[in-house]
Nanobody, 112 residues
Framework: QVQLVESGGGLVQPGGSLRLSCAAS????????MGWGRQAPGKPRELVAT???????NYVDSVKGRFTISRDSAKNTWYLQMNSLKPEDTAIYYC??????WGQGTQVTVSS
């Protein structure tokens, strides 16, 4: 089993930046795909960025060019650097790994 713990959420003004971190523990060898999802109020959860164990990345169109996912294999940690944040990015952000593993979530609020 894999346990995922997020950190780094908070309140930021439009145009600002935040970096989220996800620390993984447990059966690390099972992790092939790492990612970040988010769920805004009244909307379904969506996976916004993924990175494979080989380093290939993928993003949904709404965050392309603004968000960057990266990983530090030695620390069993991956990150989501979020730049040029918009109010519509406000959501609970969840760490994700394959086999439908999700963290507890961290709130990101973009507001002036």
């Amino acid at each position: 089993q894999v346990q995922l713990v997020e950190s780094g959420g908070g309140l930021v003004q439009p145009g600002g930046s935040l970096r989220l971190s996800c620390a993984a523990s447990g059966s690390i060898f099972r992790i092939l795909i790492m990612g970040w999802g988010r769920q805004a109020p009244g909307k379904p959860r969506e996976l916004v960025a993924t990175i494979t164990s080989g380093g290939n990345t993928n993003y949904v169109d709404s965050v392309k060019g603004r968000f960057t996912i990266s990983r530090d294999s030695a620390k069993n940690t991956w990150y989501l650097q979020m730049n040029s944040l918009k109010p519509e990015d406000t959501a609970i952000y969840y760490c994700y790994s394959n086999n439908d593993n999700w963290g507890q979530g961290t709130q990101v609020t973009v507001s002036s």
